[in-house]
């Protein structure tokens, strides 16, 4: 059974009157579903194909995220005009380097890039142009930006969706799953062609270039810091002795999911980790008692963390954690503001009010416009003295793009003032940001933190 592939002489999804279809399932790739590439040769074949294909090329990628502790890809998905679509195992085919190199500087399309970007990089792919059909959403204002909603709403096709959650290193991977991949990729560059034209009609479309070569840019991320402090139920811990032994329990953790390459959640579960801290057992049998840990698994490996929490009970008291922010420059949460900082959280609440505003003129979401750590930042310790000048470097050195820092450094100023002259006309502005200001158009801490700063 084959698909229909959108005629291209007419806008997608919508009959010719312009009124719109109903949605019709999309069932099979329309070349079929394609064999997996797991040989060399195959690869080659594949690359001249690519080569030999025209426009932009539709890249995806599957991993085993809650399966595996990697991140690393285990089905790339290609497709090209002209070129049909690629399956390419990763695992067996460890460089695609000549996958690069057959598609030159042709425009990359993908579907939420920066998830994507890091797995393939590793495998020796990397766009030097792209288009974020996730992030074209967003600049649209589209509430919701699946996928498969996009696909449905704006070419009037539904994706089978199924498999985004599978265990995706299996081996052999089963034809439904291979079906799921190769449709991922079907209309990605059909999707990519209406919301352009889209983006262009709402005077986005820079916007969006300027995004998308930002996502393209941009260089590997570092790991966070104390990654133990995102274990959830953290908040419940009272203590900087507790806090080490979430740290010694996450850290063993941590050790023994990389060498299984298991999904950490698999080895032990948060909620096990804050049981244990806050139950204190005072022995292995104790701490089996516990309703989390009664399980067989954990019950074989409970000497393993009762060991961690005893670890955490023998360290000299300043080798114990400090609660997050304390010595750093992490900000309080904004609802501690009110308490910590009166006026800086009169400020915030000022800078968001006039994000908001622009925000639903240009019908985007607020954190799309500007970033939110960053706007909390400006509120938190703003420039002295406040000129649109100075907010419009901190912006710029925050990572904010230039169509960004045009539309938001003169509001964003003047939220920043002492509330009576904030709705004076801000002086002294730059030409780009003069003509949007104030219009649409135009610390430590001392307790253990909520970790949503």
Not at 130 to 148: I, K, N, P, Q
């Amino acid at each position: 059974m084959t698909s229909t592939v959108p005629d291209s002489s007419h806008q997608l999804g919508q009959d010719p009157d312009g009124s719109a279809e109903q949605a019709r399932p999309l069932l099979e790739p329309s070349e079929g579903i394609p064999a997996v590439i797991v040989d060399q040769a195959a690869l080659l074949t594949a690359v001249a194909q690519l080569a030999a294909g025209t426009g932009p090329v539709a890249f995806d990628a599957e991993r085993a995220s809650g399966y595996r502790y990697s991140q690393r890809a285990y089905l790339v998905q290609v497709r090209r005009r002209g070129s049909g679509t690629h399956l390419i195992d990763p695992i067996a085919l460890t460089d695609l380097t000549c996958v690069q190199d057959a598609v030159g500087d042709a425009e990359w399309v993908l579907h939420a890039a920066s998830q994507d970007l890091p797995c393939l990089s590793e495998v020796g792919l990397r766009p030097r142009r792209l288009f974020d059909t996730e992030l074209a959403g967003r600049l649209l204002g589209y509430e919701r930006v699946g996928l498969g909603i996009m696909v449905e709403k704006i070419l009037g096709f539904t994706l089978e969706k199924g498999h985004s959650a599978a265990d995706w290193s299996t081996r052999p991977l089963p034809e439904p799953w291979l079906r799921y991949a190769a449709l991922d990729v079907e209309l990605l560059v059909e999707l990519r062609d209406v919301l352009e034209t889209e983006l262009e009609a709402q005077s986005k479309l820079s916007f969006a270039r300027e995004e998308f070569a930002a996502i393209a840019a941009a260089p590997p991320r570092e790991p966070r810091p104390d990654l133990w402090r995102r274990t959830s139920g953290i908040h419940r811990v009272r203590n900087r002795r507790q806090l080490a032994a979430v740290r010694s329990m996450w850290t063993t953790r941590d050790r023994i999911a990389r060498e299984r390459d298991v999904a950490p959640g698999r080895v032990l579960p948060d909620s096990a980790i804050i049981e244990a801290v806050l139950a204190n057992p005072a022995d292995v049998e104790a701490l089996t008692r516990l309703p989390i840990f009664s399980g067989p698994r954990l019950r074989r490996s409970a000497r393993t963390w009762f060991t961690a929490l005893r670890e955490a009970a023998g360290l000299l008291e300043d080798a114990l954690p400090m609660p997050a922010a304390a010595g750093g420059d992490t900000l309080p949460p904004p609802s501690r503001w009110a308490d910590r900082d009166p006026v800086a959280a009169a400020r915030l609440a000022q800078v968001r009010a006039r994000l908001a505003a622009i925000a639903a003129e240009r019908t985007m979401p607020v954190e799309n416009l500007l970033e939110p750590a960053l706007a909390r930042r400006l509120a938190w310790s703003p420039p002295q003295p406040v000129t649109v000048e100075l907010v419009a470097g901190m912006l710029r050195d925050g990572g904010a793009r230039p169509w960004q820092v045009a539309l938001t450094a003169g509001p964003v100023a003047g939220a920043l003032t002492e509330p009576a002259q904030a709705e004076a006309p801000a002086a002294g502005l730059p030409e780009a940001a003069s003509q949007d200001a104030g219009s649409p158009e135009t610390a430590s801490r001392t307790d253990v933190p909520d970790e949503g700063a």
